[in-house]
């Protein structure tokens, strides 16, 4: 009987230790849904399984071919990353909403992504654009991300590293 009364005030206490109700989260999420809307696309174009015509370009060197992606989330994994979404830039970007459009600008040091703006047809996504700047005191990088649903998708890239020569990527996927 002495251990069961230990057991069961043990088990009192360590019950008593964990909280009684999950903190909440602040979920709410005030600009576009980036990250979401580039998952359901993986998974859309996963079924799809279309035909892309791939160029990749460095430095005006350019390689081009025809293949299926295997991995759309990792092939969009640029976009999804550069979700506006994060608690710690809630409230830093001004929004503004037009009939057919809606975009979001942030002049913050902080926040890399600078400008994101969404363009609607008939209700549903039209395209995507972003704007990415990233620089500190050795790097400076700028990046244009472009997603036109079943028609193109396009990263932009010019990095300069002090002391090197600068250097431009882009790679652009059009579906077939």
Not at 15 to 25: V, Y
Not at 59 to 81: C, G, H
Not at 112 to 139: A, C, D, Q, W
Request: net charge positive; hydrophobic share 35%.
């Amino acid at each position: 009987m002495k251990h069961l009364t230990t057991i069961s005030l043990s088990i009192l206490f360590f019950a008593a230790c964990n909280p009684s109700a999950p903190k909440k989260q602040n979920t709410s999420f005030t600009y576009f849904k980036l990250k979401d809307y580039m998952d359901l696309e993986a998974k859309r174009l996963k079924v799809l399984n279309p035909e892309i015509d791939k160029t990749v370009m460095v430095n005006q060197s350019a390689e081009r071919k025809k293949l299926r992606i295997a991995d759309w989330q990792k092939e969009l994994s640029s976009f999804a990353d550069a979700d506006i979404n994060k608690s710690a830039w809630q409230g830093l970007f001004k929004q503004r909403k037009g009939k057919d459009t809606e975009s979001y600008l942030s002049d913050n040091e902080k926040v890399p992504v600078k400008s994101m703006t969404i363009s609607y047809r008939n209700g549903k996504v039209h395209g995507i654009e972003l704007l990415i700047r990233t620089e500190n005191s050795l790097y400076t990088s700028n990046d244009t991300l472009s997603y036109f649903p079943d028609s193109l998708y396009q990263l932009k890239k010019t990095q300069h590293i002090k002391l090197l020569n600068e250097k431009s990527y882009q790679i652009t996927g059009r579906f077939k």
